[in-house]
């Protein structure tokens, strides 16, 4: 008699046991269970068999009972996850608040400071004007867009120097027009929600550009979408046109009041 070196079964000649291997070798390639893992299972239940037979009947239903219980406590353990990720998602909440509260209380002292050093401040909040109550197709513009219809580069772009100074000369001379952003030494002011405030992040910036791709400008246009880029590829670039749509843009103080 030969035998499977697997699964241990016996067979008659050395031609079924060829055929059992064959089938074997088959399944495997095709991942089907061999004679091998079957042996296991069959070996497997039938110590479990065993166990239950032996074993008292309480016994089960205890040990039944018990995984109830820990399958419960572990319900409630998931609960109490979830309920002190929620407080956590709260508290977290709150502190961001409180930072963005604290950074407007420190920009506020810095304006009270900056008043309080130069007075005619309170004169320049009187004066500006936020930008989107402004028109800038109204016929008072109008030396603002000839100077962009006639001075801008072929092909304009404020990645490069010269279109950047034709940009801040059109919005240096659109806040003499109209003032909505002053600089008092190397600081920008502007009106917040009819609030001085402070720039301290290109916000008149950006701004300006978002107002002339408004227009139908396609360089501003065009920028204003770099400027959203989150690529660090592209952050390099974005510095360079926020400082030359930046630079002799907006008008001193002394030069407007």
Do not use: W
Request: proline share 4%; net charge neutral; glycine share 2%.
């Amino acid at each position: 008699m030969l035998q499977c070196p697997d699964c241990h079964e016996t067979f008659k000649n050395s031609r079924s046991l060829y055929n059992h291997k064959s089938r074997e070798k088959k399944k495997k390639r095709n991942g089907l269970p061999t004679c091998a893992i079957r042996k296991q299972y069959i070996e497997e239940n039938q110590i479990v068999r065993e166990t239950i037979e032996n074993t008292d009947k309480r016994e089960i239903f205890q040990a039944i009972h018990e995984r109830s219980e820990t399958a419960s406590t572990n319900v409630l353990l998931e609960d109490l996850k979830k309920q002190l990720g929620n407080q956590n998602k709260k508290m977290d909440c709150l502190i961001q608040q409180n930072e963005e509260q604290n950074i407007k209380i420190s920009e506020l002292k810095d304006i009270m400071i900056d008043v309080q050093n130069n007075p005619r401040l309170l004169v320049l909040c009187n004066n500006l004007y936020s930008l989107k109550e402004l028109n800038l197709a109204a016929p008072e513009f109008k030396p603002v867009l000839e100077i962009l219809d006639k001075e801008l580069p072929e092909y304009p772009n404020l990645g490069n120097i010269k279109t950047g100074k034709i940009h801040a000369k059109a919005i240096n001379k659109l806040n003499h027009i109209q003032p909505t952003a002053l600089k008092n030494g190397e600081d920008i002011y502007f009106k917040n929600d009819n609030i001085l405030a402070k720039d301290t992040d290109n916000t008149t910036t950006k701004a300006f550009i978002d107002a002339i791709g408004k227009l139908g400008y396609e360089y501003a246009q065009k920028a204003l979408d770099d400027l959203r880029s989150q690529r660090e590829s592209d952050q390099m670039f974005k510095k360079e046109s926020l400082s030359n749509a930046t630079k002799d843009a907006i008008p001193q103080l002394n030069d407007i009041v």
